[in-house]
């Protein structure tokens, strides 16, 4: 092939092109679980967590309440993967090498937001939420006044075990349990030109991928974690004890779990406690789907 600006323009156009269609038709999971907010800057402060809007009979004037405010922050990460092909890969016209390398950039960047979510949904036992406790933990406070004053009880959204942890999720609010937050999109670039330096000192065409996102906990009332056999009783325990969950003030938060996360392991065990058996003897056939993502391992 000859090396001209137009023919190095076509193959980045071709590049680009797999790259896109991979992007297009990698399936994720991580929209099940996570809302995904977009950011402006470096990072965004959610103190609105753990705020949940009530209503009341409206007598008189409305009555406007001071809630109290949380600093948690998700800061924006910069992430990138990055390949070169040769000149003289284009040079001897065998660029359709390098086609399923693109294929797989465009694969990786779609799928990346998984990798990030479901990392920091197995990582909730050890990292912390807008109250300050770990996201999965035994000691939530729930405070007895609607603006979060006065001696605060332990709620738990955890129960304890020594196997392979599994999820329950209330997946059907505005905010889902995990926040996934875009600052800059996935996208392709390149540099191709003849006068970049890569190109003039190693004979090399750059190209590469990037983006500024991130993964953060949303609000703990909407998840439980169970690492206790996965079976009728401690899925029935988990169920009502979500149900029971409560904001600030003894409202009911009026929960809804509907979705049953597990690892590959737990897969069979998940379908079939929540899929209707032949007999219709499962009494929780329907209460939950199964998600069974491979990035929980």
């Not at 009026?254 to 597990?262: F, I």
Request: with cysteine.
């Amino acid at each position: 092939m000859l090396i001209t600006p137009q023919a190095i323009a076509a193959l980045y156009t071709a590049y680009r092109g797999e790259y896109q269609r991979a992007f297009t038709d990698t399936p994720t999971d991580w929209q099940r679980i996570a809302t995904e907010v977009p950011s402006t800057s470096s990072s965004n402060t959610y103190g609105w967590l753990g705020q949940f809007p009530a209503f009341r009979e409206w007598l008189g004037e409305r009555v406007l309440r001071d809630m109290a405010s949380h600093a948690y922050t998700i800061t924006n990460k910069k992430f990138e993967s990055s390949v070169s092909v040769p000149r003289d890969a284009i040079e001897d016209d065998e660029v359709g090498v390098y086609k399923p390398l693109f294929q797989e950039m465009g694969r990786a960047a779609k799928a990346h937001p998984d990798e990030l979510v479901f990392a920091l949904l197995k990582a909730g036992l050890t990292t912390t939420c807008y109250d300050g406790q770990n996201y999965f933990d035994t000691d939530h406070p729930l405070y007895p006044n609607a603006d979060g004053t006065g001696t605060a009880v332990s709620v738990s959204n955890y129960q304890e075990g020594t196997g392979p942890a599994w999820y329950l999720l209330d997946v059907s609010r505005a905010i889902k349990p995990i926040i996934f937050q875009n600052r800059r999109n996935y996208d392709l670039k390149a540099m191709n030109k003849a006068d970049d330096e890569a190109v003039f000192m190693q004979d090399v065409y750059r190209y590469g991928v990037d983006a500024r996102v991130n993964a953060g906990f949303g609000l703990w009332q909407f998840a439980y974690c169970s690492k206790a056999p996965l079976n009728a009783e401690n899925y029935a325990a988990a169920r009502a004890a979500m149900k029971d969950f409560k904001a600030d003030g003894g409202r009911p938060l009026g929960v809804s779990p509907g979705l049953l996360v597990v690892p590959s392991r737990l897969e069979g065990a998940a379908r079939k406690l929540v899929i209707k058996d032949a007999e219709g003897g499962n009494e929780w056939a329907g209460t939950a789907e199964v998600l069974s993502p491979s990035w929980l391992g």
